[in-house]
Structure formats: structure tokens, C-alpha cells
Nanobody, 120 residues
Framework: VQLQASGGGLVQPGGSLRLSCVASEFRANDYAIGWFRRAPGKERERVACVSRNNGPTSYADSVKGRFTISRDNSKNTVDLQMNSLKSEDTAVYYC??????????????WGQGTLVTVSS
């Protein structure tokens, strides 16, 4: 099982980025997949999660209305579209696979992280 996150970079406040998480050796749509972030000096935070079988999504209050998580089952990927970015969104972003279908059994496999820096 492998997850590979990509798409990070430097963006100005108010800008957009799209992160992608490519899953290997398992079918991503069989499990809940979450996007997390860890900012300097802060605890890791789950920002978004999508349930198995194209199920419901959930978001942290801090990103609700700005971020969208989505699946592309043909590519076995889970993307995170981030709009209206703020400086406080600066963090290393990780995707992870849950042990079950709804994001509540614990995440057992993690991607390597991709850095998002929001700065003018």
C-alpha cells in the first residue's frame, strides 16, 4: 500500500492550489481517505475526508467553503482543491488511508507530505 501526495507550492493569499494523492496497490474507493496538515508549531489537523464508495465528505471548520475533496476513481486518486488560500493554510499536507470506510477507525498508511506555502 502506498500513497503519494503532490501539488504543493508557493501561492499568494487568495490564490488556489490543487493537491493530488495517488494510491497504489489498493483501491482507494474502498476506504475513507483523509487530507491532513501540520503547520509549524501546531498539532496535526484533519482538513477533509471522503468516505468509501464516493460517500459523504467532511471538512474542518477552518477550511469549510474553501476546500473541496474529491475522488477520481479512474486514476485511483483523491484530490484536494484549495481556494481562497490564507497565510494560516501554510503547512505540510498529507493524505492518508483509513482502516475502514468512514474515517473513524484510524489512519494506517500515510503519504510523504507536500508543502503548501501561502505568502505574498
Amino acid at each position: 500500500v502506498q500513497l503519494q501526495a503532490s501539488g504543493g507550492g508557493l501561492v499568494q493569499p487568495g490564490g488556489s492550489l490543487r493537491l493530488s494523492c495517488v494510491a497504489s496497490e489498493f483501491r482507494a474507493n474502498d476506504y475513507a481517505i483523509g487530507w491532513f496538515r501540520r503547520a509549524p508549531g501546531k498539532e496535526r489537523e484533519r482538513v477533509a475526508c471522503v468516505s468509501r464508495n464516493n460517500g459523504p465528505t467532511s471538512y474542518a471548520d477552518s477550511v469549510k467553503g474553501r476546500f473541496t475533496i474529491s475522488r477520481d476513481n479512474s486514476k485511483n486518486t483523491v484530490d484536494l482543491q484549495m481556494n481562497s488560500l490564507k497565510s494560516e493554510d501554510t503547512a505540510v499536507y498529507y493524505c492518508a488511508k483509513d482502516q475502514g470506510g468512514y474515517g473513524d477507525l484510524g489512519y494506517d498508511y500515510w503519504g510523504q507530505g507536500t508543502l503548501v506555502t501561502v505568502s505574498s
